[in-house]
Each structure stands twice: as C-alpha cells, then as structure tokens.
C-alpha cells in the first residue's frame, strides 16, 4: 500500500515540496495537497504588489493550471487529529500516513492596542491590495503624510525601502512622505549577521527611511503610533512585525514557541510527533546552538528541497540526515527598493545596485572560482526580475492606450 503524504497549505513551502514530490511519480507515495485559495501566491513579491510594480499575475499563479496531474483538495483546514492521523476540513476529512504542515502564518497583533482596528497587515494579496489602494489615496491628496511600517524583519524592510522609492518618485518635494520603520528589538533583520545587517540599514537611510530600533510599540491610533520611546505621526500604518500559527492548530496538541510557531527538530519534524513536520513561516527550526533561524523565503525553500528527499528515504528506509542550513547560511540576498541589494556570499557581503554587486562578485570569483554559481544564480534572479517589471510595464501602457479619448495620439 502507497504511503498516503498529505501536505496543507499551498504556499511557497507547501506548494515548492508537492511540486518536487508529485514529480517523482513514485508509486509508493501518494501525494495530496490541501488547499483553500485557488491560487498560489507569492508572499516574497507581496510588496511589490502592494506598491504598485507589479500587478497580480506577478504574484499569484492557479494552482489547477500547475496541478493538473496532481491530487489537490480545495478546502479550509479545521482541525488536525493525530490520534486518529486525520485532517478535518470544513468540508472534507483526509487520512494520513505522513503529514506535512505548511499552513504559512497568521498576523499577529501582539495584543497592542488599535493595532488590529489601525494597521494594515501584508499576509495576502489582499492585503497587498488594501495597502496598495491606502498608499495611492495617500499621493493624490497632495499634501505631506507619514508612513510607519512595523517590523524590522525581510517584509518590513522591504516594503519600507520600495514605499520610500515609489512615493519619492510620485510626490514632489511640497508632498514629501515621511517613512519610519519601528523595529522592538535592538537592531533590524535579526539573525542575519551584523555587516548584512548595517549594509542594509545604511541604503535605508540613503532613502531617507527613518529607523526607530528598541521601540515597541504601545498603542495605534487613526493618525499615531506610539512606542515605548515616543509618538510618530501616521498617515498610514503598516504591520510586518509578528506571525503565529493558523488558529487550526492547536496549542494543546501541539508545541509552540513564545512567537506562537510550530517547534520542530532538526529533521523538521514537530515536537512529540513523529509522523508530523512543519516547514515554512509556521515552523520554528533552530541552529544547533539554540538561536532560531529567521523567517523568509529563502529558509522556506531550503526546508522544502531538504523535506523532499527525507520524506522519500523516510519511506524508502534509508536513513534520513538532518537538515542543515549551511547553503542559507552561507549564501542570502534582499532586494531592498526598487534596485538596490544587499548580498552575503560565505564571508563577502556585497551591497549596491546589481550592477555594482556583479561587478565586485566577477572580480572576487577571479580568485574564488567556488563564487561563480553564486554569480549565475544573481544574474537568473535579476533577469526574471527585470522580465516581470517589463512585462508590468507593457501592460499598464496597454491599458493607458485602450482608455484614450478617440482621436489621441
């Protein structure tokens, strides 16, 4: 009989380890992915989205049109029943020999005060699409405004550096948008080393985006954000800062960290079940010496290539080896605005536009050749980069020249 692996949630985890399962056409697996959305969305490209260089095709895809060979389940997962290796849907009940949990993550407020009434959240397209509308209304009032993004993590500097791009670009100097990023804890982007991490705030404030580290914040107003060191104005208030499991999984039955995320082992598998895993933005892996890994893409990706195999020798018998990180470490990239990067290659990190980086990693792999792969993956991602802002591009042109007045030219 088939080892029945049921994988939830679609997302870049999820949805990267279905597609490398289901490719294998192993007949002693069977792979089933449950589902809600209809499309698979690109969380990493969120903010783009939601400042308006790319539209949506950029960044969600139907899942039917990938899957078609494929066992996909659309629904909304309830509950998770281990003792019967059951997952209940709202409308479906699945078994299960292997269960893989890739259910992404849920915003957290944290409990501050009119947080959840006055910031706007970026977990989905939706969202995206709310901020992209606040963001737009903001610029057409044409007066001077604030934004305060929240979170200092991979989301938060993201949105914050192409927001200070974006609105520099379409106000003049009489609408100047001030852009302040609040982060709690004593520095941004914790976890990725102290020169990535001062590279990446020295072009923050090249654009001029005010960075506001150990300031927690207290309470959100409609026009304020107060934190434990002061009140910002605010036009429009962000939330990047905090995640926790969907409500389906239950802290009785499950372990979680003090974040509120899946805890897993070091073959990401969950704590005190052995048939049970976790990858992506719910888990909380941690390096052997106890501190945790951040969230991004780039460790979502690594999970699911390392998950693939070690569920295949897992069925197979063979031994399964621990997953290391030792890629993610060593190689991690930030798109941080529009055209501006920061890179670390084992002990190099690079930081400029791409231009600049490829030009400084060409040199560096003269004497490093080990650096070339690195090279050719920057220039892939840049292409594929480029290609999708192009092709955004030719669509709004499209679309201006299809809503001229007849006789325009």
């Known amino acids: 009989m088939s080892t029945r692996i049921v994988i939830l949630g679609g997302g870049q985890a999820g949805y990267l380890l279905f597609s490398k399962l289901a490719c294998r056409r192993d007949e002693e697996i069977e792979v089933t992915l449950i589902e809600q959305k209809a499309r698979h969305e690109l969380h ?152 990535f991490r001062d590279r ?20 959100v107003d409609e026009s304020s954000v107060t934190t434990s060191t002061g009140t910002f104005r605010s036009s429009l208030t962000l939330w990047t800062a905090g995640v926790k499991a969907p409500g389906c999984i239950r802290p009785e039955i499950f372990e979680w960290s003090q974040g509120g995320r899946l805890v897993v082992d070091d073959h990401c598998r969950v704590s005190h079940h052995s048939n049970i895993f976790a990858i992506g933005d719910v888990s909380y892996p941690l390096h052997p010496d106890g501190r945790s890994f951040p969230q991004c893409s780039q460790l979502a990706v690594t999970q699911a290539h390392y998950l693939a195999e070690a569920l295949c020798s897992l069925v197979d018998g063979r031994p399964v080896e621990p997953f290391q990180c030792g890629d993610w470490r060593s190689s991690r990239a930030l798109l941080v605005g529009k055209d501006r990067f920061v890179s670390q290659i084992d002990e190099h990190v690079l930081s400029g536009s791409f231009e600049e980086i490829t030009a400084e990693l060409s040199r560096l792999a003269r004497t490093a050749p080990e650096l070339l792969p690195y090279l050719d993956t920057l220039l892939k991602e840049e292409l594929e980069r480029r290609k999708r802002e192009l092709a955004f591009l030719e669509r709004k042109l499209a679309h201006e020249l299809g809503h001229r007045p007849t006789g325009s030219v």
């Open 200 to 219: 990446t705030e020295s072009i923050l404030r090249e654009k001029e985006v005010y960075i506001a580290c150990g300031a927690p914040v207290e309470r």
């Open 44 to 195: 990493h490209l969120l903010h783009l989205y939601a400042v308006g260089l790319v539209d949506t095709s950029e960044v969600s895809r139907p899942i039917d049109a990938m899957l078609r060979t494929t066992r996909l389940v659309h629904d909304e997962v309830m509950d998770i029943d281990p003792e019967n290796n059951r997952v209940i849907g709202r409308r479906t009940s699945t078994p299960y020999d292997l269960l893989v949990i890739a259910l992404g993550a849920m915003v957290d407020f944290r409990g501050v005060e009119g947080a959840a009434k006055h910031a706007l959240p970026l977990r989905s397209i939706a969202d995206a699409e709310r901020i992209r509308c606040s963001v737009r209304n903001l610029v057409l009032t044409g007066s001077r405004h604030s934004i305060v993004v929240v979170g200092g993590g991979p989301s938060g500097v993201s949105l914050a550096s192409t927001l200070a791009d974006v609105t520099a670009n379409e106000c003049t100097s009489s609408e100047h948008t001030n852009l302040i990023l609040v982060e709690d804890g004593d520095s941004l982007l914790k976890g990725w080393g102290p020169l």
